[in-house]
């Protein structure tokens, strides 16, 4: 397989390396990745400003190309321009923190993931349930492979992509893999005023992750009773109820 890994955390992040690393077993890969880091910044394209792509290196070896742009602009570029053939493959992580629940709309991952799904190229996210840039990602790299063997076969529909989060747990603690819903879960924003050095007035976003329903195959929670979560989702936005209910009205 001709596999395009890509992430929002920059080429340089320890969980790409991982995750190149458990995609060589079983194809050739091709890294196309921000290089800087891109979290939460959904599925943004850049239009007013020109990309460029800078070959990356590490320990003197070619590792990928650096895109100062987006993760779907590190998808879209690859698939259409810098790669020969298209891939059979889009795998986008290991991103740090989980990307259960409301967060897969904001993530970065999720969405070059999903620009993969939308050029026609079977694809998925992975993301690691810690913060911690220490946290192991032996756990993650191997559900991300176990779930990569098995994705050209699943013959998702068009428009449809895997979305993984795995617990940062050990392996005793580990309790296999489960297929889950998009979990019932909000972040409770806010903002704390700051001051820089100069008096200056800023303000940095904070919040609190709330459950609003204990859904029994939930992504978030099946991630937090130590299962990697393993959910389809795609991008088709319509209200389909409300869009018949409108119909009455005109």
């Avoid at 053939?85 to 070059?112: K, M």
Wanted: aromatic share 6%; hydrophobic share 40%; glycine share 8%.
């Amino acid at each position: 397989m001709r596999i395009l890994v890509t992430n929002d955390d920059g080429i340089d992040s320890p969980g790409i390396l991982a995750l190149v690393g458990a995609m060589r077993t079983i194809g050739d890969v091709v890294v196309v990745a921000p290089d800087r880091q891109q979290s939460a910044v959904g599925h943004a394209l850049t239009v007013a400003s020109p990309l460029r792509a800078t070959p990356f290196h590490r320990d003197g070896t070619f590792f990928g190309y650096a895109i100062n742009g987006t993760p779907a602009d590190c998808v879209k570029l690859g698939i259409s321009t810098l790669l020969d053939v298209q891939p059979d493959l889009v795998v986008s992580g290991i991103n740090h923190g989980s990307n259960t629940s409301v967060n897969a709309i904001y993530s970065g991952t999720v969405s070059a993931a999903t620009e993969g799904t939308l050029m026609g190229v079977p694809s998925m996210a992975v993301s690691l349930a810690s913060f911690d840039h220490a946290a192991p990602m032996d756990l993650a790299a191997d559900v991300a492979l176990e779930v990569a063997r098995r994705l050209p076969t699943m013959q998702l529909p068009q428009g449809t992509l895997l979305n993984v989060n795995v617990p940062a747990c050990s392996r005793e603690a580990f309790r296999g893999i489960k297929l889950t819903r998009q979990g019932n879960s909000v972040w409770k924003d806010s903002y704390e005023r700051r001051r820089d050095p100069q008096g200056r007035e800023y303000y940095w976003l904070s919040g609190e992750f709330v459950t609003l329903e204990r859904l029994d195959d939930a992504d978030d929670l099946a991630v937090a009773d130590g299962y990697a979560a393993i959910t389809p989702i795609h991008y088709e936005l319509t209200n389909f109820p409300v869009l018949d209910r409108l119909k009455t009205m005109f």
